[in-house]
């Protein structure tokens, strides 16, 4: 089922002024740990919260590029638990 858009709306609106906030206070976070930050705070896949950024006139890497560096990293877990 669809969500409304003003609640999505008002979502990436509190998303993006997260991101803004995150990154005044963590300036030497890179953008994955902001992002894994977010990911746990909204309870969205980094690469949602990437698109959503991507809207923005922040530098952001592209969708692909963050699934990427995700399934990197979960990889890289998998073998260290492993």
Known sequence: MAR?????????????????????KNPKWMFMAILQQLSEEYFLEEVTIAKILSDTNEPVPAASTVSRICRAMASAAAGIIA
């Open 4 to 24: 409304n858009k003003e609640l999505t709306t008002l979502r990436n609106e509190a998303i993006r002024k997260r991101f803004a906030e995150l990154r005044k």
